[in-house]
C-alpha cells in the first residue's frame, strides 16, 4: 500500500509563536513532527511515500531522505489551497488501489497505524476508512457517526451527538479520485467536505476507532504533545 503524506502547512500559528521552521520539522519531544508520522509508516512495514510540501518550505525533502533511507520518498513541491488540493495533486502518484493518507499534525502510538491499516482492509467493499476516536482536542473537530456493521452515516455537526470525531489518517480506494472535477465544480474548499460529499455520492465510507491522537496546531499542543508521548501515550 502506497502512502500519501501531506506536509503542505506552513504552520502560521506556530511561525507567529516563534517556530521558524517548517510545520514537519517543528520539534516534539526532541523530533521534528514528520518524524513522527514516518516512524509510524516505517513500524507499519510500509515503504512507498508520496509527499506534497509546500513551495516556500526548505530542508523537508533532504531531511527524510537522511532520517529515513528505507523509504522511498516521491516529492512533489506545491502550494495549495487546502489539504483536498493537498491530496488532488498527489493522486497521479497513488496508482489504481488502496492507499493511506496522512498528515504531519497527529500525534499517535506508532503502533497505532499499522493495526488500523490491519481493521481497514477487513471492509473489502469501502472505498474510505476514516480512523476515528473518542478523544477530542481539536478546535474544529469533524465529529462522525457509525451506524451498525461500522458504515459511517453521519459527519459534521448532525453527528456531533455520537461523540466521535476522526483522527486525521484515512484509507482511500484511487476510485475517490473520479470526484476531483465534481469537488472543484462544487468550489469544495477542504478536505473534510470533500469527505461529506464522498458520503453523500453514495460511497461506502467506515469508521474504525483508534486510541488517543493530539492533533498539533497551536504552541500549547506541542505541549500536550511532548507529555502525551512522555506518558507511554496513555490518558
Known sequence: MRVALIAAGLGERLRQAGFLEPKPLVPVAGQPLIDHVLGAVSAAGLCDVACIVNAKSR????????RWPQLQFQFVRRSTPSSMESLFTLSSLLGSGRFLLLTVDAIFHPAVLQEFVCAASE??????????SSFVDDEKPLW???????????LGPEAAGGGLVTAG????????????DAARRLR???????????????????????????DVDR???IRAAAAFIASGYEG
Open 123 to 132: 471492509h473489502i467493499d469501502a472505498h474510505a476508512v476514516l480512523a476515528v
Open 188 to 214: 469544495l474548499s477542504a478536505l473534510r467536505q470533500f469527505l461529506a460529499h464522498l458520503l453523500a455520492r453514495g460511497y461506502r465510507v467506515y469508521g474504525e476507532r483508534v486510541p488517543k491522537t493530539v
Open 169 to 180: 489518517f484515512y484509507v482511500f480506494d484511487a476510485v475517490i479520485f473520479d470526484e476531483i
Open 219 to 221: 504552541p500549547e499542543d
Open 144 to 154: 462522525v457517526r457509525i451506524a451498525s456493521g461500522g458504515r459511517i452515516s453521519a
Open 59 to 66: 530542508g523537508i525533502e533532504e531531511h527524510c531522505h537522511t
